[in-house]
């Protein structure tokens, strides 16, 4: 029997309802920097959400991910460094430039399996990252920042905080709802099916190839977009942003948060970058009552908490959060 | 041709500087199918220890004999502790626990050793050149990083297929419940095996120490590199993780070194210069992609899976 | 379209497979009427799951030719046999486990349904898809799992879900490998029961073992021995004839006991 009121659905109404309200608590506070960090929440989200419907829904485990963030936040960047400020040139563009890149490497990569997949993925998000560190004209490995943020004909002012989060946050939304309809529609069955058993898939007869590749593309897609938006927020892209262990994160996001659920990459986003953020504040406020002096300096080394619990989820709770949501709020829900 | 015949010399000790951590990744990927992504993590450990030993004990030697007996310890113990836990599960799995242990890793050498990182000065007996051949001069660093590494290949070569356990470590990428069958504490091979690369790891960071700065995050580069060795030599095939590492290691230098002067010359100085160092860097991946579009299961597959 | 039910609807020519040395598949000829229960039986090693792999397109035979409804299908690809009406179901199960019972089957039902870009409306809402689906469920007997998981069901079930997902296409002709196997007397029975429900509405070809199960449903035997036919007839005739008497059932009535 499947009821709206469980836990996991009320959590993420109340994730959905606070997100949308924010800006009301920022306004009444004044605390810009909620607003700024959120705003880095919503976009690498939408990112991680691009990346669940092939990990999660179709179990492509590409490592290269991030690479996409790339490629549309220097296609947003060069653009405007070359004179054209208008997001309607802009946005487009990082979509179609890593639709583009997508399309080439997942029609190669996806021709393998396994670790072997894993790999080709991150060689050409490393060959991203060469790319742009080579680019001397556009900073190379210094990076290259934004003159201005893109402009929409006086429609939008993105330099407005709260403006940019909204566009953000419609933006993630739309993608969680466009990730909905593709995963329950014939197209999201087949990918799931190739999910659970791909040699099955292909004995009663589907090309998996061309769905694996579409679904690709649609992932990289979503994703150049949330590069545009990235380089708007920090008025700066570089290589870094392609490095391999960025990549990493976007998966750690993605599990953390539940695969193949809908706003699992959403939680797993938000408890990432709320570790980053306040896990040195944590850790400083337990060692404190044992070792006030080093209880500040502990707190820098926040990740040697981080690494293990990383370790712990995979071991543990497969499920993330999502999972654990669903757990705690009862069975009754069994299925999707 | 002199600096052509040194950047050889300098791709052959990159490459089997490679070799030594491609091999450790490519024999626990075959025998326990399991991807390590904290190897990066084993190599700089080797290059910290051996900086730290060498400094305590005043000998280059003694240091790295230290680190060595000190990587080959956290690796088995890592082994215990984490990894085996892992076996069994899917690559996801592998690959986010051991993205957590790089974390861990990094932020431990930062607690322990600071963030400035260190530096290990190359031996006084070996800080020289020598003749290799007629009117050729070449680092003897380097050179015995070359000699080294090489006895290491043959000492694995020997091992993998001439004793015991080498035969358990080759039964063991092939079949799994036989090797159980047979009685072996397959538990202990596996700690044994794990231990093996980790030191191996060590080794190649402890060597490239002194021709490097030893600092955090050294590792996250290279273990890209030892994978997309692993993968082009085919995993598990440690003969193709030679190839694909003498490959890799002299694409990488040779490319380096003189890519650039033929894409001036094909492109004219300005174009040339321009994508010459992204392109450079980019030969190795664009080598990968080639050869696994026309074997997607790398050059020597140990075994079809 | 009326065929007699005499037709031969599948008919296999001077077939010849080899690998290596050892032939799987040797000269054979069998036809299969339209609307029969055709069972092959054989010793181990007679070439019975080459036979069907061959039928079903896994394998390529080295000569001989295959011929389904009038069709040669010789060299066709397997999901091309399948969309002309030929069936098969998988000895070693291969489900997609984590999905429910009901979306195995609607995934079997839509791989006959064109190609899937579809992006937008709910497939698991789609009557054309569903219904279908629910109906081949029904006829394996499996309706009231429906919304399981694949992975609860038990081993007997499992089978009858690859039945479920061979129907969804709405074959004409069944190819069976070793239904039975490994199931229990109680699940056995079931099975029996409805293949003999099914073979009032399509031509099934069975692989199987179980003699007892055989000489009930099958409205003709063909006896495999080395790749060759021994022996080819009603029941009665198989019973009857001292050939196979001879090279198989002396064994198969040790297995009985």
């Not at chain 2, 060597?207 to 590792?219: D, N, W």
């Not at chain 3, 011929?67 to 179901?89: C, E, H």
Request: proline share 3%.
């Amino acid at each position: 029997m499947r009821s709206a009121l469980t836990l996991r659905n009320i959590v993420t109404a109340a994730l959905v309802i606070g997100l949308v309200l924010l800006p009301l608590y920022v306004a009444l506070t004044g605390d810009r920097f909620v607003l700024i960090l959120f705003t880095r929440i919503v976009i690498l989200a939408m990112a991680a959400v691009s990346l669940n419907l092939i990990l999660g829904y179709a179990g492509m485990m590409s490592f290269g991910h991030a690479a996409f963030l790339g490629l549309g936040g220097y296609t947003t960047a060069i653009l405007s460094f070359e004179g054209v400020h208008s997001g309607f040139l802009q946005w487009p563009a990082a979509i179609a430039v890593s639709a583009l890149f997508a399309l080439a490497v997942g029609a190669l990569s996806l021709r393998t399996r396994g670790v072997y997949f894993i790999m080709i993925t991150l060689a050409f998000a490393q060959m991203a990252y060469y790319m742009a560190s080579g680019m001397a004209r556009y900073g190379g490995d210094d990076g290259l920042s934004l003159e201005s943020r893109s402009t929409f004909a006086g429609l939008l002012n993105l330099s407005n905080k709260t403006t940019f989060y909204y566009v953000c946050l419609a933006l993630l939304l739309g993608t969680i709802l466009l990730v909905w309809r593709l995963t329950n529609s014939r197209f999201g069955m087949v990918l799931q099916g190739v999910r659970s058993n791909e040699s099955r898939m292909s004995a009663i007869g589907y090309p998996t190839f061309r769905y694996k590749l579409t679904a690709f593309v649609i992932a990289g897609t979503l994703c150049g977009l949330a590069g545009a938006l990235i380089a708007n927020h920090t008025d700066f892209v570089s290589p870094s942003m392609m490095f391999w262990t960025r990549s990493g994160d976007l998966i750690v996001m993605v599990v953390l948060g539940g695969m193949g659920t809908l706003f699992g990459p959403v939680f797993g986003a938000l408890a990432l970058l709320f570790l980053e953020q306040f896990l040195p504040t944590l850790i400083n406020m337990a060692v404190r009552p044992f070792n006030p002096a080093g209880a500040a300096k502990a707190g820098e080394y926040w990740q040697l908490v981080l690494g293990p619990l990383l370790l712990f989820i995979v071991l543990f709770a497969r499920g993330g959060i999502d999972g654990l949501l669903k757990k705690l709020g009862g069975k009754h829900s069994s299925h999707e | 041709m002199t600096l052509f015949i040194e950047q050889c010399l300098n791709g052959l000790q990159f490459g089997l500087l490679l070799f030594l951590l491609a091999a450790g990744l490519t024999l626990v990927f075959g025998i326990m199918d399991l991807v390590n992504l904290a190897h990066g993590s084993l190599y700089m450990l080797g290059a910290y220890f051996a900086a730290t030993f060498a400094a305590w004990t005043g000998s280059f030697l003694l240091g790295a004999v230290l680190a060595l007996v000190a990587t080959l310890i956290v690796g088995m113990v890592l082994e215990v502790v984490a990894m085996r836990r892992l076996y069994g599960r899917d690559h996801l799995d592998h690959v986010l626990g051991t993205f957590g242990l790089i974390l861990f890793f990094d932020e431990g050498v930062r607690l322990i050793w600071g963030p400035g990182g260190l530096s290990l000065p190359v031996p006084s007996w070996l800080n020289r050149s020598i003749e290799i051949l007629p009117g050729i001069q070449y680092s003897a660093y380097r050179f015995a990083i070359i000699v080294v590494t090489l006895a290491v290949a043959a000492f694995l070569y020997i091992l993998v297929m001439r004793t015991r356990i080498g035969m358990l470590i080759r039964a063991g990428a092939s079949n799994r419940e036989m090797v159980g069958a047979l009685g072996v504490n397959i538990k202990l091979l596996y700690t044994l095996v794990f231990g093996l690369g980790a030191a191996l790891a060590g080794l190649a960071g402890l060597m490239q120490a002194p021709i490097l700065t030893v600092q955090i995050g050294m590792g996250e580069n290279i273990v890209i590199l030892a994978f997309v060795i692993t993968v082009i030599g085919g995993i598990g095939s440690i003969r193709g993780a030679l190839v694909a590492a003498l490959l890799v290691g002299f694409i990488d230098t040779l490319g380096r070194a003189f890519f650039p002067q033929i894409l001036v010359e094909l492109l004219g100085r300005q174009a040339g210069s321009t994508a010459a160092p992204a392109l450079s860097s980019m030969l190795i991946y664009i080598l990968m992609a080639v050869i696994l579009v026309v074997k997607p299961q790398g050059l020597f597959s140990a075994n079809s899976r | 379209m009326s065929k007699r039910k005499t037709d031969p609807i599948l008919q296999v020519e001077n077939l010849q497979k080899r690998f290596g040395g050892i032939i799987a598949t040797d000269d054979l000829s069998l036809n299969v009427a339209a609307g029969e229960l055709h069972a092959i039986i054989g010793p181990n090693g007679a070439g019975k799951t080459t036979l069907i792999a061959q039928l079903s397109g896994q394998f390529k035979p080295d000569s001989g030719r295959i011929y389904f409804a009038g069709d040669d299908i010789t060299a066709l690809a397997p999901y091309k046999r399948s969309s002309l009406g030929l069936a098969r179901s998988f000895q070693i199960t291969s489900l997609f486990l984590d999905l429910s019972v009901l979306d195995n089957v609607a995934l079997a039902v839509q791989a006959h349904a064109g190609h899937s870009f579809h992006f937008w409306k709910n497939a698991r809402k789609e009557d054309a898809l569903r219904i279908p689906a629910r109906a081949a469920l029904e006829r394996a007997g499996l309706i009231g799992r429906a919304d399981w998981p694949a992975a609860a069901l038990s081993h007997g079930e499992h089978r009858q879900l690859e039945l479920a997902m061979a129907l969804a296409g709405e074959p004409r002709m069944l190819l069976l490998d070793e239904p039975m196997a490994g199931l229990g007397p109680e699940e056995s029975a079931r099975m029996v029961a409805m293949l003999r429900a099914l073979k009032a509405e399509l031509t099934i070809l069975l692989v199987e073992h179980d003699m007892e199960a055989v000489f009930a449903l099958a409205d003709r035997i063909t006896v495999l021995v080395y790749g060759r036919v021994i022996a080819s007839g009603t029941p009665n005739e198989i019973r009857a004839n001292a050939q196979v008497r001879e090279a198989y059932l002396g064994e198969a009535e040790v297995a009985h006991v």
